[in-house]
């Protein structure tokens, strides 16, 4: 076979594999065969209602077909059929007024006629009807009763009313021909907490009036500060920056008149930090690049409840506010609180030791930071000394657990506090391993 026949060979065989591909997801849909009700006689036997010759009870019956029918058909995962589709094939089924709906269904699915077939029944209590609906399936060769509903209504014209109702108990609550509105709301758990730049998946159910779970709902999902908590339209929140933020959760299918549900996110810094790194710029006369090393603070405080705390805070006096005292308490309250404040201990072994307060601002990404602290010597006090003007840049590598990995890059400012010394920059390159709580 020459190369063009291979060619032609080849797209002769993806044509086939597509067109029987193709054949079978047309065949997907389960085939379903709604019969006219049937309706009590005076014998107490349910038959066809037009053994009956009672009008109202002929009409009853393909009304509530008819109305099933509609309600399949909306529904769009199922091909349906009903007697008037399939008039020819009922026919040569020979039923008689006396056939019961078991031995109607049981006909139906042995004949290849469809895989599922319901079918009613009517019964008047003086001057309220009674529906009855069933709907068989053919399992390993048997007819079984695999779904069963009833409602009923105070007059024959009000019971196609109840055909949503009885198509809820009909199927299984995973198969929603008619969508169930949401009344309840709820995002799992309640409240989370982040490392800096992890992510989490919220759990969302939705409930109907009754507490049954409602199959496949949508929802939308927005974030109180999205410069601290971002969320995307998956329910995936990622802390960004140290704080805490509230997502909250809105269903916008089938929803009636539910309330969102919320959640509070609580992005936390690390905690604890080790560096080591040397000087890029040599110190005086040292010579080399000495080596140093580091230890990262970040204090925090235990933020449970703050979302709940915050409607109170606003009911504050405009006099306490302007309190220069309160101004400050909160201010540096909120430092501690949202992991601002970093405590930076550096030192060169047995020669000087560094103390810096930083005010550092964190992302997922990296950080940045300013501060200021002393520097003292360990073993010379005659050595150089003085207050400290520190600013970093840094950025991490993650891992999968609660530890990352900083690179930094650390320039400090020294103001000696002796006339025996100059003012002196240093910059120093660091890396290490922070840990979060």
Do not use: C
């Amino acid at each position: 076979m020459n190369r063009l026949g291979k060619t032609i060979f080849l797209f002769a065989l993806m044509l086939v594999v597509l067109v029987n591909n193709f054949g079978l997801a047309a065949d997907s849909k389960k085939r379903i065969v709604v019969l006219d009700f049937l309706a009590i006689d005076e014998h107490g036997n349910y038959i066809d209602p037009l053994g009956i010759k009672q009008a109202e009870l002929i009409n009853l019956s393909r009304v509530m077909a008819q109305s099933i029918v509609a309600r399949l058909v909306q529904y769009g995962k199922f091909d349906v059929e009903n007697s008037i589709s399939l008039k020819d094939e009922l026919q040569n089924l020979a039923f008689t007024y006396q056939t019961s709906a078991w031995e109607r269904a049981a006909s139906v699915l042995e004949n290849d006629l469809a895989d599922q077939v319901i079918i009613g029944s009517i019964t008047l209590l003086q001057n309220t009807a009674v529906v009855g609906v069933q709907r068989f399936t053919l399992q390993e060769g048997k007819t079984n009763l695999t779904g069963s509903a009833v409602g009923s209504a105070p007059r024959i014209s009000e019971a196609p009313a109840q055909v949503d109702n009885i198509l809820q108990q009909l199927f299984p609550k995973d198969i929603q021909v008619v969508e169930r509105s949401i009344e309840q709301v709820f995002a799992v758990p309640s409240q989370v907490r982040l490392n800096l730049g992890a992510s989490h998946e919220i759990t969302t159910y939705a409930l109907d009036s009754l507490g049954r779970p409602i199959a496949e709902p949508q929802f939308l999902f927005f974030s109180s500060d999205e410069s601290k908590v971002e969320v995307n339209e998956d329910g995936v929140v990622t802390g960004l920056q140290p704080g805490v933020a509230t997502v909250t959760v809105r269903a916008v299918s089938q929803a009636k008149s539910s309330s969102p549900a919320t959640m509070n996110v609580i992005v936390v810094p690390p905690a604890f930090g080790v560096r080591i790194g040397t000087l890029v710029t040599r110190p005086g006369t040292v010579d080399g690049y000495p080596l140093r090393l580091g230890i990262r603070l970040t204090p925090t405080i235990d933020q449970r409840g703050t979302q709940e705390k915050a409607p109170a805070a606003a009911t504050q006096t405009v006099s306490d506010s302007s309190n220069p005292l309160s101004v400050l308490s909160s201010f540096f309250g909120s430092l501690l609180t949202n992991g601002l404040m970093t405590i930076d201990l550096d030192f060169d072994p047995t020669k000087e030791l560094l103390v810096a307060f930083s005010g550092v601002q964190r992302s997922a990404s990296g950080y940045i930071g300013t501060g200021v602290g002393y520097l003292t010597p360990l073993d010379d006090i005659e050595a150089q000394k003085g207050f400290v003007f520190r600013f970093t840049l840094g950025t991490q590598y993650r891992t999968r657990g609660r530890i990352t990995v900083p690179i930094e890059a650390v320039m400090d400012a020294i103001f000696p506090t002796s006339t025996s010394f100059s003012p002196s920059f240093r910059i120093g390159i660091n890396v290490g391993l922070d840990l979060f709580p």
